[in-house]
Structures are given as structure tokens and as C-alpha cells.
T-cell receptor, first 110, second 111 residues
């Protein structure tokens, strides 16, 4: 089955700096890679996703890159703000099977 | 966009009782829904896949008789934790295949 590894587990940045979270996956059949933001006591919220036929996708301050050959994908947040502080999860999916990374706790210090 | 409503958001129950959690797709039909469990500071662990009109598919190690799943309509899936014990205390989250939208989660505390 799919195995998703996520690094780092914690990340602290200064407001305005960039944050990068990286994930690797094991199953080459995975073709959908979403990123979720989870705030305390709430369900995960989809913030951006990418499919295997695309190498990069950007939405305002958030971007995701995918390297299918190396089986890794990354989340980039630019101009970070305190409200970006949360736990971020990557996931890899094929058909009905979605597996999550362990999560990254991002803290943006004002 | 796709919205998944989950209720209740918090529930406290006594050991030995059963608790039902509902997950509804509000603006679309969800033939497939997923139930996850999340322990503090950990990732989401898939418990089962709920299919409308058929039996749920449980992940290895998940007791199907303890975590009863019913998906009787295209907009509603329920998870019932039967004979709850303190170790069942956790955050339970549902999601729908459409856009992989998640519910807001249910914090279950068994005392």
C-alpha cells in the first residue's frame, strides 16, 4: 500500500518568511496529491491540490510542486502570516485509497 | 462548493453506552464516504469506507462490530461507536469522495 512521509514535523518561521513542507510517497500509481490545513479542534480543510499530470500549481501565496519521477511533492507558503499557523497534512491518493502524511505543525511568529 | 456537515461536534458519554455520529453531504450526492480517527497530535487514520446501499469496507484492525457504519442514503453516513470505552475517546472525522471534503469532526470523550 501507499506510504507517505512528511517533513518537517514542526516548522517555525518569522512572519513574512516562506515555509516549505515536503512529502514523499511510495506508490507510483498515486495520481492525486492534496494538502490540508487543520486548525485545533476542526476538520482538515483542503487548501490546494495537484494531479499527476501537472508539475506545479499556484494559488496566491500557496504553491505545490510535484516530481513524479522522484515521488515527492512540496507545499510552499510565501509571505507567511500568523493566521497560517496550523497543522498541515499532505496526502497521496489513487482511486478510493488516500493516505496522509504525519503532519507538520507550522508556527508563524509575529 | 461541496459541503460536508458532521454532528455532533462534541459528545461525552458513559462507558458502555453507544454514540452515533452523522455525516451529511449538503449540496451533492456522496456514494462513498470515509471515516477517520485522529489521536492528539497525530495524523488521520482511515477506519472504513462507507458505500451507499452496501456494506462498509473496514481497514485492518478496525472492529466492524464496534464501529457500525450505515450509509442508507446518498447524503447520509453514520458511525455508531458501540459499547464505548475510554480508549475509544478520539477525534472522528468523515469525508466525502467529492473533492475529498471533510466534515468538521466529532470529539468523543468516554468517561
Amino acid at each position: 500500500g501507499e506510504n507517505v512521509e512528511q517533513h518537517p514535523s514542526t516548522l517555525s518561521v518569522q512572519e513574512g518568511d516562506s515555509a516549505v513542507i515536503k512529502c514523499t510517497y511510495s506508490d507510483s500509481a498515486s495520481n492525486y496529491f492534496p494538502w490540508y490545513k487543520q486548525e485545533l479542534g476542526k476538520g482538515p480543510q483542503l487548501i490546494i491540490d495537484i494531479r499527476s499530470n501537472v508539475g506545479e500549481k499556484k494559488d496566491q501565496r500557496i504553491a505545490v510542486t510535484l516530481n513524479k519521477t522522484a515521488k515527492h511533492f512540496s507545499l510552499h507558503i510565501t509571505e507567511t502570516q500568523p493566521e497560517d499557523s496550523a497543522v498541515y497534512f499532505c496526502a497521496a491518493s489513487f482511486d478510493n485509497d488516500m493516505r496522509f502524511g504525519a503532519g507538520t505543525r507550522l508556527t508563524v511568529k509575529p | 462548493g461541496a459541503v460536508v456537515s458532521q454532528h455532533p461536534s462534541r459528545v461525552i458519554c458513559k462507558s458502555g453506552t453507544s454514540v452515533k455520529i452523522e455525516c451529511r453531504s449538503l449540496d451533492f450526492q456522496a456514494t462513498t464516504m470515509f471515516w477517520y480517527r485522529q489521536f492528539p497530535k497525530q495524523s488521520l487514520m482511515l477506519m472504513a469506507t462507507s458505500n451507499e446501499g452496501s456494506k462498509a469496507t473496514y481497514e485492518q484492525g478496525v472492529e466492524k462490530d464496534k464501529f457500525l457504519i450505515n450509509h442508507a442514503s446518498l447524503t447520509l453516513s453514520t458511525l455508531t461507536v458501540t459499547s464505548a470505552h475510554p480508549e475509544d475517546s478520539s477525534f472522528y472525522i468523515c469525508s466525502a469522495k467529492y473533492g475529498y471534503t471533510f466534515g468538521s469532526g466529532t470529539r468523543l470523550t468516554v468517561v
